[in-house]
């Protein structure tokens, strides 16, 4: 309707926590059916992510790629533009963090390490801006073109670990990155890096790039009406660009955090669809950079106390794939959750 | 003549405004109601309680003498009401007859029964004397035909109480015409009709009775023929309205806008606007007049720099400014009022603050090293918030929660405080309530008191004879003659506007005139 006014916050955290909710509740009837007491899974799910402070380091951990990623496809979404191309870019970044971490071997560490994470978040950016490009000047859909480019960075990336960086080992990978350009461990054992700091370091800045700055005001209005946005003198092709760098660096700086802080070193296909996540995490926490970071938690314990469910109990890991697919599906279908609470836009 | 409808004490309070204040309204059987009242003042909302798009707090609803509850569309559907609103619901891609069946479709076993959805939309299109060809698709027709088509969809489902939420405000005068006749053969079928609309000369054509909405509350009742334009003005502001726009002759000073045989293709090579020269001087209004369609739209986008110029030139205080980016034909001293406030004009999801920096978010005060100063953006939104009298005056509510004429109120308010050197305004009132128009309209002036070149593009004839001081017709991409205002008549004008030429209109007055009036 015309009159549809935005919903007041409380209402916004709520549609995420009422999918959470169902999500877990049609979870149980898995567990339900594998003969397990969904209480008891759903126990032991919660104690490993998030049942001490080692777990919950293992829950972050695991959030911290997706913070990334997440915030990634968010800011795109937010100038209008649906980026499924993180996982591409998060390749291209992570290959040229990795590719500064094992050449510059006798840099001092405090020029070493900023330079690979630069490096990372360049290689994102400018495999993204390829994707803005594109759609700015010649009028190919991002998806489409950020698809094939993530095809592309796969195959490039491919190519590059197996023939010219190969580290020479057996294995698929390259060369180890010195140890001045790996991120350090905040609480070992667990493998919690600081790049979790750097995760909440993005979030402020993108929203603060977002909401007070000039160039998140003209971001938005492009994204939001690309024709008022012209009208009001801004250059939407290269707001276009510029969000798709923007985006595509934060995309690389989840792959840089998976070389520096997880394998140190740029191992074959090493992504499990981190990029793609992403669009998922962004999607529950409602293109905002709070949310984002929330959502990315959820699914960090989610995965963080699979292992231990699947130990313990007879629930297959799988299961927290369905949860996390449900969830996507519940906030997707908003109307129905709406109904269900009966939400009235104008109650 | 019996009610078919009676609504009584409604009431309806949104977050920040009480919209619909105790309001009593009623619908004879066959007749046409006049809704009017200023932007804002609950008309959409008290139809759109009836329609179940919103629930109302208070008070109760009658329909054929049976109290009902209305809570969405459905109900009132099955209560035979049916809604036209201003904003189409129309899938373009469709055809004719298979919008108006869309959700009771004709079937023949599991498909579609097409010959029976055309013979059928052909039947209610007899009936009721709306012509229109059932075959064609929407996206191919004019403004006009498909508020038809949304009429027919509502008689379809068996409406015979029809509310049109301002059907005019989007219509060539011819097509205003054509839509009174059809409302007046609906009215003698008995169907009962609520008509919104901004314009007092459509209530006095048309309607049988009239009520007044002031923020909210009913302020009246009238029977049309009991009334006239000054008094329903004032019912409707609350105060004298000056229906005449008060000016003195203008001043013409040095020539500000200058097009040279600007010629102007769309996307498809077609040519909308045909080696046009025109100049602008400073202290004046030139009005062009013209049927919507005719090349207005695509000279104002190639001035402002949002459509490419296919030749000639364009000179803006002496710069040649063709082929300029949007931003730099504004800071050269250019404002615009767009035609359409919800394409161009506004980003509806942004503040009623953010609306009000539009074009100028990267410039002085209100961007500091890149950074937004919240503090001057607040501060010039409270300053034209007042000065415009934009309601409700709440700066961060999104500009989609506005009524259309405070919307209006944002763009004008915008492009106005810049005081630019040239001011071009498309289509200033449209949607916009008495008020509101009485003072863009002295906004107009003033501008053009203090220097400004005004180039004014509108489809009502009134708005040009009474603001310009040179008026130019615009006719299938050319300017057909351009006259100082004390040659035009409305005659001249409408006969212009058709595609007469110049020479033929003096030819024909003289041995015509006789006929006329
Ligand atoms: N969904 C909404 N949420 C909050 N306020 C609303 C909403 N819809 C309308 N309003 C407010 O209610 C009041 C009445 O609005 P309404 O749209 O009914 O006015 P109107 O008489 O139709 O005006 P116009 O002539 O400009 O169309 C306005 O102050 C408007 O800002
Ligand atoms: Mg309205």
Same mark, same amino acid.
């Given at each position: ?35 397990? /007491? ?14 001490? @402070? ?13 913070m990334f990623t997440g915030m990634a496809v968010a800011f795109a979404f937010r100038a209008g533009l649906f980026n499924?191309g993180a996982?591409?870019q998060?390749?291209?970044g ?8 094992? $050449? ?7 020029? +070493? ?5 630069v490096?990372?978040m360049a290689?994102g950016a400018l495999w993204a801006s390829i994707a803005g490009v594109l759609k700015a000047k010649?009028?190919?859909?991002e998806?489409?073109?950020t ?9 490039? *990336? ?15 990978? =390259? ?14 054992? $667990? ?7 750097l995760a909440v370091v993005a979030a402020a800045a993108v929203y603060l790039i977002l909401w007070k700055t000039k160039r998140g005001y003209e971001l938005r209005a492009v994204g939001l009406n690309p024709s008022a946005a012209e009208y009001g003198g801004i250059n939407v092709a290269r707001n276009t660009i510029i969000a798709m760098a923007i985006s595509g660096a934060l995309a690389g700086l989840?792959? =840089? ?23 998922? @995490?962004a999607?529950?926490g409602k293109n905002h950079p709070v949310g984002v ?16 469910? &699947?130990?313990?109990?007879? @629930? ?10 449900? %969830? ?20 | ?9 409604? =009431? ?56 009902? !509850? #209305? ?42 029964? +097409? ?52 059907? $005019? ?21 008995? =169907? ?19 009520? @007044? ?5 009913? #302020? ?6 009991? *009334? ?31 097009? &040279? ?44 720099g ?7 030139? %364009? ?6 400014? *063709?082929?300029?980016s949007p931003l730099r034909v504004r800071r ?12 161009r004009?506004l980003v509806l999801d942004y503040s009623v603050a953010d609306n009000l920096i539009l074009g100028l978010h990267g410039s002085k005060p209100f961007v500091h090293n890149g950074l937004r100063s919240e503090k001057k953006i607040a501060?010039h939104a ?14 961060s509510?999104p500009a ?14 915008r492009?106005?405080?810049? /005081? ?19 003072? #863009?309209?002295? !906004?107009?002036?003033? !501008? ?42 409305? +005659? ?26």
């Amino acid at each position: 309707m015309r009159t549809k006014i935005k919903a007041l916050p409380w209402q916004e955290l709520l549609l995420p926590l009422a999918a959470v909710v169902l999500a877990l509740l049609i979870g149980s009837v898995f567990i339900l059916y594998v003969g397990e /007491n969904p209480l008891t899974a759903y126990g032991i799910l919660f104690k490993e992510s998030l049942g001490s @402070v080692r777990n919950i380091a293992t829950t972050l951990q695991r959030a911290t790629p997706l913070m990334f990623t997440g915030m990634a496809v968010a800011f795109a979404f937010r100038a209008g533009l649906f980026n499924i191309g993180a996982e591409g870019q998060l390749y291209i970044g992570a290959f040229a963090a990795a590719w500064v971490g094992f $050449t510059f071997a006798n840099l001092p560490r405090i020029i +070493h390490l900023p330079l690979a994470i630069v490096a990372g978040m360049a290689g994102g950016a400018l495999w993204a801006s390829i994707a803005g490009v594109l759609k700015a000047k010649l009028g190919v859909h991002e998806v489409i073109n950020t698809i094939m480019l993530n095809f592309i960075a796969l195959f490039l *990336t491919d190519w590059l670990v197996t023939g010219p960086f190969h580290g020479g080992s057996w294995v698929p990978e =390259t060369a180890r990155i010195s140890a001045s350009a790996a991120l350090s461990r905040i609480y070992p054992p $667990t493998r919690l890096t600081t790049a979790v700091y750097l995760a909440v370091v993005a979030a402020a800045a993108v929203y603060l790039i977002l909401w007070k700055t000039k160039r998140g005001y003209e971001l938005r209005a492009v994204g939001l009406n690309p024709s008022a946005a012209e009208y009001g003198g801004i250059n939407v092709a290269r707001n276009t660009i510029i969000a798709m760098a923007i985006s595509g660096a934060l995309a690389g700086l989840a792959g =840089t955090e998976q070389i520096l802080g997880l394998h140190n070193r740029f191992i074959l296909r090493f992504s499990s669809d981190l990029g793609f996540m992403g669009v998922a @995490v962004a999607l529950l926490g409602k293109n905002h950079p709070v949310g984002v970071i929330l959502a990315a938690i959820l699914f960090g314990a989610l995965q963080a106390g699979s292992a231990a469910m &699947d130990r313990l109990t007879a @629930v297959p890991r799988e299961l927290i794939t369905i949860i996390q697919a449900l %969830i996507i599906f519940f906030v997707a279908a908003e109307y129905l959750i709406r109904r269900m609470l009966r939400l009235k836009e104008d109650a | 003549m019996g009610k078919v409808l009676e609504m009584r004490a409604i =009431t309806k309070q949104f977050p920040r405004v009480l919209a619909n204040d105790k309001v009593d309204f009623d619908l004879n059987h066959g007749e046409i109601h006049a809704l009017v009242g200023e932007n804002g003042s609950g008309k959409s909302t008290l139809m759109s309680i009836l329609y179940g798009l919103y629930q109302k707090d208070g008070g109760e609803i009658i329909v054929r003498g049976q109290p009902v !509850q #209305i809570t969405e569309p459905r109900q009132a559907i099955d209560l035979k009401i049916g809604m036209v609103f201003q904003h189409f619901m129309l899938i373009e891609p469709l055809t004719v007859a298979e919008n108006i069946v869309l959700g009771s479709e004709i079937r023949k076993g599991p498909f579609l029964d +097409h010959k029976r959805m055309v013979s059928e939309v052909e039947r209610l299109s007899e009936e009721y004397g709306l012509k229109i060809d059932p075959n064609a698709k929407v996206a191919d027709l004019s403004v006009g035909l498909q508020q038809r088509v949304e009429i027919l969809k509502a008689l379809y489902r068996g409406a015979d109480i029809l509310i049109l939420d301002e059907p $005019t405000a989007v219509l060539t005068p011819q097509e205003v015409e054509d839509l009174f006749e059809v409302l007046n053969t609906l009215k003698s079928k008995g =169907t009962s009709i609520v008509f919104i609309t901004h314009k007092i000369k459509e209530v006095l054509a048309v309607s049988d009775r009239v009520s @007044v909405l002031r923020r909210g509350k009913k #302020i009246g009742t009238k029977s049309t023929a009991e *009334t006239n334009e000054q008094e329903l003005a004032e019912m409707m502001v609350g105060r004298v309205v000056l229906l005449r726009v008060e000016k003195g002759p203008a001043k013409p000073g040095r020539e500000v806008l200058r097009l &040279d045989g600007v010629t102007v293709k769309d996307q498809f090579g077609h040519v909308k606007v045909n080696n046009v020269s025109l100049t602008v001087r400073s202290g004046e209004v030139l009005g062009i007049a013209g049927v919507e369609g005719n090349g207005q739209s695509e000279l104002v986008e190639a001035i402002a720099g949002l459509t490419k110029v296919a030749g000639g030139s %364009i000179h803006l205080s002496n710069q040649d400014i *063709t082929g300029w980016s949007p931003l730099r034909v504004r800071r050269a001293g250019f404002g615009l009022v767009p035609e359409d406030r919800h394409r161009r004009g506004l980003v509806l999801d942004y503040s009623v603050a953010d609306n009000l920096i539009l074009g100028l978010h990267g410039s002085k005060p209100f961007v500091h090293n890149g950074l937004r100063s919240e503090k001057k953006i607040a501060e010039h939104a409270e300053e034209l918030i007042r000065d415009y009298d934009i309601r409700p005056p709440v700066a961060s509510q999104p500009a989609r929660a506005l009524s259309g004429g405070n919307q209006q109120k944002i763009v004008v308010a915008r492009e106005f405080t810049q /005081n630019p050197d040239l001011l071009i305004c498309s289509q200033p009132t449209r949607g916009v309530d008495v008020g509101a128009i009485e003072f #863009i309209h002295q !906004q107009v002036i003033a !501008q053009r008191d203090q220097g400004a070149a005004v180039l004014l593009v509108s489809a009502e004839l009134d708005e040009v004879l009474s603001l310009s001081d040179r008026v130019a017709v615009m006719y299938n991409g050319e300017i057909v003659n351009v006259m100082p205002i004390e040659e035009v008549t409305e +005659h001249k004008l409408g006969f212009l506007m058709l595609g007469g030429r110049p020479e033929e209109y003096d030819a024909n007055e003289v041995s015509g005139s006789a006929d006329q009036d």
